[in-house]
């Protein structure tokens, strides 16, 4: 079995892959840029670059490059030239993923031309508010005090904030039961980081639901509005202090 190229590797490989990356495409005349992996409807993969441009990725001698990627992940990815189209277009010698996918935000502007030009669907379902929350009790008893730190992450900005409504929104995320068959395609507004854990919730409080790696759960009103109380203050302590 080929082992995939796609894969997640250690902060310091991939810093080694960095350098590595950038004195290749010197000596070659190539690109080197990091960006969000989008998997299209059609099967075709799609870097979301810094700029929030999507450009579609190719390699027709080595497709398996593009294996084990999903929509959020982080990449980095050595390129030739870009050829100026909607989306663009590049062809790619080299991809690393450099983070698991966590949902990161894409912008909605690239996510709506896309669904306009039909790269991906708008979603045809809908969200329903759970009637009762979905949770169990934890697997470690709550070892935490009020110093806990809770991070929102808002169009690529971290807002934290420590006490009441960080322990309460913690509480909420580690009893919160997911379901890996609820996954849908539909993109989390923000993130939410605990410190229980490296990898971040996406949250979408507009269609009551949050996501992880282990699946989704639908909201109640109850939850959804225990994570706004937590937000606002998130945000608004960030604006005080600035």
Known sequence: MKKKLATVIPIAFVALAVLAAVFYANAKSLSVSKGICLVADNGSYLM???????????????????????????????????????????????????????????????????????????????????EEAQVSEPEEPNVYCGNTVTTFIIHGAEFSIMYGNSVAVTDMLRTIVFDPQKLCKCLPEFEIRTEFGDEAYGVNLSQGYVRCSEGQAELTQEQIEIIEKARDEAVSQCMFLD
């Open 48 to 130: 979301i670059d810094e700029n929030g441009s999507p450009i579609q990725m190719s390699n027709s001698d080595r497709t398996e490059i593009f294996d084990g990627l999903k929509t959020g992940d982080e990449i980095l990815v050595l390129h030739d030239g870009i050829m100026e189209s909607y989306p663009a277009r590049t062809g790619v010698y080299y991809l690393v993923k450099t983070g698991e996918g966590k949902e990161k935000q894409i912008p909605q502007a690239t996510v709506d031309s896309l669904v306009e030009l039909g790269w991906i669907q708008k979603p045809t379902h809908e969200h329903q508010l759970a």
